[in-house]
């Protein structure tokens, strides 16, 4: 029988729709043989890395999908006063001081640094953050809406390896970060779910979570 590695390499060839017609001929007439050359094992090997090539780039164009509604929440967060709006609304004293927000790390839609005091010389150092998941609408899809925030790890932005964690964190004056997520800013909520708005905040609320909507931000700007 033929290397377990090659044999592999042929088989997976032969499952993609990737194959023009001479590509599967040769496939097919080189599978289960004892021995195979060297130009044989290279033109199994340049057709192999094509298609996990190919299949590779399919996957990434699945994933990177234009999400318009979404990308018009986080836009908002770009505005300060909206920010501190949100953190009135949790009761967070924002003290007049400035904040800072990231996008997408480590797969979390939004993070609010919070500046907690300033040094004698002027710096600003952010110590409390807000990790916050982006829904445009929320209804009948809030249990895997919850798993989800549940999933998320805001640990040193999801950095793994300590080292860079620290060089992180001391980059953006952070001291730590917590490893929760409890916090999801809807546009709205959907009026066609079998449960009501309340009973939705009502059901975050029991898992330790907590629903704003932008309306409600919006409005606390003009206080």
Not at 131 to 145: H, M, R
Not at 200 to 211: L, Q, S, V
């Amino acid at each position: 029988m033929i290397d377990t590695n090659w044999q592999e390499m042929i088989i997976d060839c032969l499952k993609s729709s990737k194959l023009n017609s001479w590509e599967r001929n040769f496939m097919e007439s080189v599978t289960g043989r004892n021995m195979l050359s060297d130009k044989q094992k290279a033109v199994i090997e340049k057709t192999y890395n094509r298609i996990m090539a190919a299949t590779i780039k399919i996957k990434i164009d699945e994933e990177i999908t234009p999400t318009p509604e979404h990308n018009l929440l986080q836009v908002k967060f770009l505005n300060e006063d909206f920010r501190k709006s949100l953190l009135r609304i949790l009761n967070m004293n924002e003290r007049n001081m400035s904040t800072k927000v990231y996008f997408e790390v480590a797969n979390i839609d939004a993070i609010i640094a919070i500046a907690t005091f300033l040094t004698d010389d002027g710096r600003t150092i952010f110590g409390d953050f807000l990790a916050i998941e982006l829904k445009p609408v929320i209804g009948d899809d809030y249990p895997g809406v919850i798993r989800q925030m549940r999933s998320l790890d805001t640990s040193g932005y999801g950095i793994q390896n300590a080292n860079k964690r620290s060089q992180i964190l001391q980059t953006l004056g952070v001291k730590a970060i917590g490893s929760k997520v409890e916090l999801l800013v809807v546009n709205e909520f959907d009026n066609t779910s079998v449960i009501n708005e309340q009973q939705i905040r009502d059901i975050f609320e029991a898992n330790g979570m907590k629903i704003v909507t932008i309306a409600e931000i919006e409005t606390g700007m003009k206080e």
